[in-house]
């Protein structure tokens, strides 16, 4: 059971992170001083990402609410 | 003074509620005639992204999506002071509005189904074999029966990803009843059978978790995780960057499926 939770935690931290990480508004011009330089662990989670199907391992029914596991 | 941005809002009020962000520091409104910008000052760019960081800044968006639309500024977007922010509002005005407008009421909502491809190859080839009995067996060369082979492993490629095809436009048809946009990547891998962003209006969120719901429980051999609600990430279209275009760009399947399709995708996984 505990390791079931652990894993619903992790998987919706992936869905939390592909979406701060790689979507939303991206500004472009001189007035950005910086977008914070995720390339390359974002290649990392692409992996974990395109893993997700380890998730066919877990019992029980899906999460509900993005925060709801992570806080 | 560098401000941390989190996303464009449609009010130029300031939050009711105090909200805290990164480093602690308040965050606020900036406003721009009727939209606003959040954010909260920094004392330098972020050099490392962390879970503690990306957590705070989805908090941070989240609690705005309960009182106003919102447009989510991509992780680690740091701007040169207020006036530079001010300045990068006017620049996107148009799109930003938009924008908000397109989205006021609007949630998004992910679903990715997993499937057993194993077995669903394995009852493809036994498809095939059926098919087969009664074909004598030619004394074929190794060229013919290389042959034969990668034209099997064609079919079987061939049968797989329109059966993954019927699957989904099945599910969709019904995600699609309470949905404004959608986006679709089908068999990202193998047994990823369906990767889908849907937009839903907010007086519609019940009926789309009762979809799911309906989809599920025809479907119980099949994997779900359903997550949601979130800010509209997937749908910011920005002209200014036509990448993004490509990303938020609507693929609709259901045009050209008929009922009687769907109905046979739903009974044969």
Known sequence: MHDAITKSKDVTLLEILDRVLDK??????????SVADVDL???????????????GKLRGSPFIGPMQEAK | MKLYLYGIIDSSDQTKESIYGLEGSDVYNIPFCDIGAVVSQISQPIQDVTEGAVL??????????????????????????????????????????????????????????????????????????KG??????????????????????????????????????????????????????????????????????????DDFREAFEHIKGGHPELKYLFSGPWPAYNFVI???????????QQTDLLDKVTQDQMLVGANSI
Not at chain 1, 24 to 33: A, C, K, L, P
Not at chain 2, 143 to 170: C, L, N, P, S
Not at chain 2, 238 to 248: A, E, N, V, Y
Request: glycine share 4%; net charge positive; aromatic share 8%.
């Open chain 2, 238 to 248: 920005l002209s200014k960057q036509p990448g993004l275009l490509m990303d938020s």
């Open chain 2, 132 to 205: 087969k009995e009664n074909t004598p067996e030619l004394n074929s060369s190794r060229g013919r029966k290389f042959m034969t082979e990668t034209f099997d492993k064609y079919k079987i490629d061939k049968a797989f990803e329109a059966k993954a095809d019927r699957v989904i436009k099945v599910m969709d048809m019904f995600f699609s009843k309470f949905s404004a946009e959608k986006t679709l990547a089908t068999l990202k891998t193998e047994n990823l059978l369906l990767d889908a962003v849907y937009l839903v209006e907010k007086d519609k969120q």
């Open chain 2, 56 to 129: 705070k800044h989805e908090a941070v968006v989240e609690k705005l999506m309960a009182n106003f639309t919102v447009l989510p500024a991509r992780f680690g977007t740091i701007i040169d002071g207020t006036d530079s922010q001010l300045s990068m509002i006017q620049s996107y005005y148009k799109d930003f509005t938009n924008n908000l407008a397109r989205l006021h009421n609007k949630l998004e909502f992910g679903i990715k189904v997993i499937w057993p491809a194993d077995k669903i190859k394995e009852n493809i080839v036994k498809g095939l074999k």
């Open chain 1, 41 to 55: 662990i974002y290649l990392g989670l692409k992996v974990l990402l395109s893993s997700v199907e380890t998730m």
């Open chain 1, 24 to 33: 939303g508004v991206i500004i472009s011009g001189d007035v950005v001083i």
